[in-house]
């Protein structure tokens, strides 16, 4: 009996060997979420948790948020029907103002919101039904520009820039955003305002050039760009030593994506130089230069940049990546229970859940 159990025991185990070693590398192998898995929950989230009943998400800073995950929900294909989109639209056309733009009353941020606003009302225009709204929000934000207007020169380390609306000064960061919202209401790479954009988006990268004489083109000179050469120049990321404004990656996303929404040759040094930056610091769980400091808008904006250069898998200093590949798992790693994002650096409003599951849808339509 003893015998006859031991070999009975044995040949299931011989069978369930094989079974065994044949499920592992199939567990292993498959995310620990799918794309669309993560989209739904992120969506079930926006829905029952995010939104208020007056359609908008996190409305105390502004609709600038309502109009970023209006724009990412629309981005992975959520009906414009559907009630969390179809409420987030209304709420931002009440937001609507005579002079074109979409903002708050009183708002030192109506450039910055009327952008996110045009983003999200472009991708909800297959019928037409936002045409004016998104002309007359683009002639505002055309007004919003640092040009001849403000009574500056294309001289002026300001000039061609845009800020967050309330003319202290213009940054790279809101530039970008205006180039985007330009562009997804149709504008052409020509188009005079995003040319002068380009201007500015250029003497933001740490490099001299015939398009870069600004006091801090050559003191660090690695390609990467900063924040904003305006206002006696300003890095998130500080100042070197010999008062160069340090280069971030985040910053060197936004830079790179602008010049080729721009229609800047791939070719050209500019961007040979921002990629060579971003060669040496590619990473999806930090953002270079910064730590965990604005990670999903790095994220989102790495995405949109990398898309854009249309080179899948991307070179860096540790050989080819799959960038889409190594962007979802991290988003995998990171999503919440509830189907939400948080940074737990909350620097620059990344502790809002609302805010940051927008980067994220944003950033999922591009990891398809």
Not at 66 to 79: K, M, Y
Not at 210 to 217: Q, V
Not at 234 to 260: H, I, N, P, Q, W
Not at 291 to 301: E, I, K, P, R
């Amino acid at each position: 009996m003893k015998s006859s159990s031991f070999f009975t025991i044995a040949i299931a185990i011989a069978i369930a060997i094989p079974v065994l070693i044949l499920a592992v590398p199939r567990c292993q192998a498959q995310p620990a979420t799918s794309r669309q898995s993560m989209v739904d929950r992120a969506i079930g989230y926006l829905e029952e948790i995010g939104q208020s009943e007056d359609g908008s998400f996190s409305s105390k800073t502004g609709p600038g948020v309502t109009g970023l995950v209006a724009a990412g929900l629309l981005a992975v294909e959520q009906p414009i029907d559907s009630p969390v989109v179809e409420k987030s639209l209304k709420y931002l056309e009440s937001t609507r103002h005579d002079d074109g733009g979409l903002y708050a009353p009183g708002s030192r941020h109506a450039n910055y919101e009327t952008c996110l606003a045009i983003m999200a009302f472009s991708k909800a225009n297959s019928n037409g039904r936002y045409s004016e709204l998104i002309q007359a929000a683009e002639q505002f934000v055309k007004q919003q520009q640092w040009d001849e207007g403000e009574g500056i020169t294309s001289d002026d380390p300001a000039y061609g820039g845009a800020g967050y609306g309330s003319k202290s000064r213009p940054d790279l960061s809101n530039t970008a955003f205006l180039i985007d919202a330009l562009r997804s209401a149709g504008c052409q790479e020509d188009d005079p305002a995003i040319q002068r954009a380009l201007v500015f988006v250029s003497r933001c990268q740490n490099i001299e050039s015939p398009h870069n004489r600004t006091e801090f083109a050559s003191k660090v000179n690695d390609g990467g760009f900063y924040y904003t050469p305006a206002a006696g120049g300003d890095s998130m990321a500080g100042k070197d030593e010999g008062g160069g404004l340090r280069s971030y990656a985040s910053m060197t996303y936004a830079g790179l994506k602008s010049m080729v929404f721009a229609g800047v040759d791939k070719e050209d040094f500019r961007v040979k130089a921002a990629k060579k930056f971003l060669f040496d610091h590619y990473s999806v769980s930090t953002n270079p230069g910064m730590g965990s400091s604005g990670l999903y808008y790095y994220q989102h904006t790495m995405a949109k940049a990398l898309d854009a250069l249309g080179e899948k898998p991307f070179a860096t200093a540790d050989g080819p990546r799959d960038w889409q590949a190594d962007l979802l798992l991290q988003l995998a790693a990171t999503q919440n229970a509830n189907g939400s994002w948080t940074n737990p650096d909350a620097r620059w409003m990344e502790g809002d859940p609302n805010l940051v599951t927008g980067y994220v849808l944003l950033t999922l339509a591009y990891l398809k």
